[in-house]
């Protein structure tokens, strides 16, 4: 809790208030009573299911999850009342996110805290404006005013959830909640919205013959297994990126974990440019597997010590465009391609392949440009010893508006803190296997001019080659 910022953690504090004080005036209203098995039984069975779901969340796409503990929630607050309903999911919620710390050896109190606060107040403020709304008949489809009231409850609970998440992750990563609702919501909505009329379905069996909800068990769990493997597939898919991006820095011993730096720094330089979390995403893609035309590049190439002729320094230049032929058969890398294709461009049109300029470089090819350009300036190299992060930064200003974007470099400049960090922490955990030694701060900036430009360069060819 203490590394947690000041105001991530009053707002942590604030939704548990307003969780406990609603569910505070709700069994004022109405107290919760179970002195009859036809209550006790199904607050029970509620407990236990809504522990079971929550406990096992359904992976959605961009790692986001949803749970169908809710589908119990809402249908007990809908046949009993909204005491009755909000205990028995605050209890299952509970008992699921203390299963998962313990399983995980993880205790974060306050990740408790939060989750269970803010769904229970989503469920309660849901469930009185259904109360609001309905009339009579619990049916939801009784008639259209009740089946208003019931999607309307819904929709005030998933999208309240959403919001309230959304708050927390904004704090706490200083990112837009927009966008990270954004980032959770896009091609997920339908899995976000289809717990309310599962609810329904719950609502409507449970009313004609209880031990008919069990028929909804089978279904759900099918839909469980088919979003879990298509999460572990989309796992396997981020992992062989790693892989490939692990081989291409294996040839290489003096680059070794190059592309995960540089995907590091990336995505440090987008946020701070407040680049859409989407983008982000495929902006991370391509900086892993960057280098992954290198492949087709001869060892005897890539750790020549001296300089390279003319014909070594045109084969050099073609791993940016093998590298996205590479994935072009691949529908989940085709926005990364072009990505790829284009982070050895120079903002001023003298990079390669194809000699693009300014807006014709996608925003995130240059902000790859500028973070692979830093890794390899850091990094010792077969040809040249590591320049210190003064000089590197020094040398990335000093080339704004001819090989890097100015904004680029502007936003790069004002996360250096971060870039710093990342680096430092980098070479205190790989000193004794990677032999960098520490950079001597201050060195003077060498650069070439080529007429009145200026390119950041190593000793054969533009930095990042």
């Known amino acids: 809790m203490k590394s947690l910022r000041p105001a991530v953690r009053f707002y942590i504090a604030l939704v548990a208030a307003l969780a406990l004080g609603l569910f505070a005036w709700q069994w004022s209203r109405q107290p919760l009573w179970l002195g ?43 046949l009993f009342d909204p005491t009755f309903g909000s205990s028995l999911f605050l209890l299952g919620l509970l008992a699921a996110y203390l299963y998962s710390q313990l399983r995980y050896r993880l205790w974060r109190w306050y990740q408790i805290v939060f989750n269970v606060a803010a769904q229970t107040l989503a469920l309660d403020i849901g469930a009185e404006v259904y109360l609001l709304l309905h009339r009579g008949n619990v049916n939801p ?51 976000f919205v289809s717990h309310v009329p ?25 839909i469980y297994l088919s979003y879990a493997n298509a999460a572990r597939l989309t796992e396997a898919s981020r992992n062989t990126l790693q892989l490939l991006a692990n081989l291409v820095d294996a040839r290489d011993p003096y680059t070794a974990k190059h592309s995960r730096r540089v995907a590091q720094y990336a995505l440090i330089i987008a946020r701070q440019m407040h680049l859409p979390l989407p983008q982000q995403e495929t902006l991370w ?49 085709q926005e990364a391609q072009e990505i790829m294709a284009c982070h050895h461009e120079h903002y001023d049109g003298t990079g390669y392949p194809e000699g693009k300029a300014g807006d014709e470089i996608p925003l995130p090819a240059r902000i790859l440009a500028v973070a692979d350009a830093l890794d390899a300036m850091t990094s010792e190299r077969p040809y040249r010893g590591p320049r210190s992060l003064t000089e590197a930064f020094a040398e990335i200003g000093a080339c704004a508006g001819t090989q890097f974007d100015p904004r680029v470099v502007e936003a790069a400049l004002a996360a250096r803190p971060l870039l710093e960090e990342v680096l430092l922490s980098q070479r205190q955990n790989n000193r004794d296997s990677t032999r960098l030694p520490e950079p001597i701060v201050g060195v003077p900036v060498q650069a070439r001019r080529k007429g009145n430009q200026r390119h950041a360069y190593g000793e054969r060819g533009p930095v990042g080659g």
């Open 198 to 222: 599962l609810s329904g379905i719950v609502v409507i069996l449970y009313q004609d013959r209880p031990w008919a909800v069990l028929l909804v068990l089978l279904p759900l769990v099918a």
């Open 141 to 191: 489809v009784a008639s259209w005013g009740n089946a208003l009231a019931f999607l309307l409850g819904g929709a005030v609970f998933v999208a309240l959830n959403a919001v309230l998440v959304a708050l927390v992750i904004g704090l706490s990563e200083c990112i837009r909640p927009w966008e990270v609702m954004l980032l959770n919501y896009h091609g997920s909505l339908i899995q």
């Open 36 to 78: 009859a098995p036809w209550r006790l039984i199904p607050w029970i069975c509620g407990i236990v299911l809504v522990a079971i779901a929550s406990a096992r969340p359904i992976p959605l796409p961009r790692s986001a999850h949803v749970s169908l503990g809710t589908v119990f929630g809402l249908s007990a607050i809908c």
């Open 285 to 333: 893609v391509a900086a892993t597997i960057h280098d992954l035309g290198k492949l087709a590049i001869p060892e005897s190439l890539l750790l020549k010590a001296g300089q390279l002729d003319a014909r070594e320094w045109e084969q050099m230049r073609s791993h940016p465009a093998t590298g996205a032929n590479l994935i072009g058969g691949l529908p989940i890398l």
